[in-house]
């Protein structure tokens, strides 16, 4: 079986809190025996896969697969053409260089966040999508604010060919079919 959840924002990539407050996967209905392929952190939204198959983590998440995961960030400040050509080439993270990123500024039409990112009304925000082909933790986000354009908000709208359905709301989760699965695997 292999699931695909819209991850909300707020939502930790587990089953069980570390904190009695914390938001979980456990409140989505999820089927028994299934667990998240990869993470997305508490602050971020979109795409999240889960399985109950075993060894499907290390075809999508071994860095030597280079499987693509595909971002939408919405970052601070007016992105430049530099800071685009830095994460194309890859930035310096904790002393080693990421793989380069394929990364275009564009105009995406998202519902707004809830609770809605912060507004500074004398800095304007834009938007980037980002195909990473590396898993890090706080990846995007790391890599943005070095560019010099903090993320304010992150989404995760594919893996591999497999795109986040846009009928598939915030919380919403289904089945893949088996042409969706192939998408899914496909580089």
Do not use: C
């Amino acid at each position: 079986m292999l699931l695909a959840l819209n991850k909300p924002y707020g939502v930790l990539s587990q089953f069980t809190p570390d904190h009695p407050e914390q938001r979980t996967l456990s409140e989505f209905g999820l089927p028994v025996n299934v667990y998240p392929l990869g993470r997305l952190d508490r602050d971020s939204e979109g795409l999240l896969l889960l399985s109950d198959q075993a060894g499907l983590n290390t075809k999508l998440l071994d860095p030597k697969n280079a499987h693509p995961r595909t971002y939408r960030a919405q970052v601070e400040g007016l992105v430049t053409e530099d800071a685009l050509q830095k994460l194309r080439r890859g930035i310096v993270l904790d002393g080693t260089m990421t793989r380069p990123g394929e990364v275009a500024h564009i105009q995406p039409d998202l519902a707004p966040r809830d609770p809605p990112i912060r507004h500074r009304l004398n800095v304007p925000t834009s938007w980037i999508e980002l195909t990473l082909r590396e898993g890090r933790n706080r990846q995007v986000r790391k890599m943005t604010a070095a560019a010099g354009f903090p993320t304010l908000r992150l989404l995760r709208v594919a893996i591999g060919h497999f795109h986040l359905p846009p009928n598939l709301a915030a919380g919403q989760w289904r089945e893949l079919t088996e042409n969706e699965r192939h998408s899914v695997f496909a580089r």
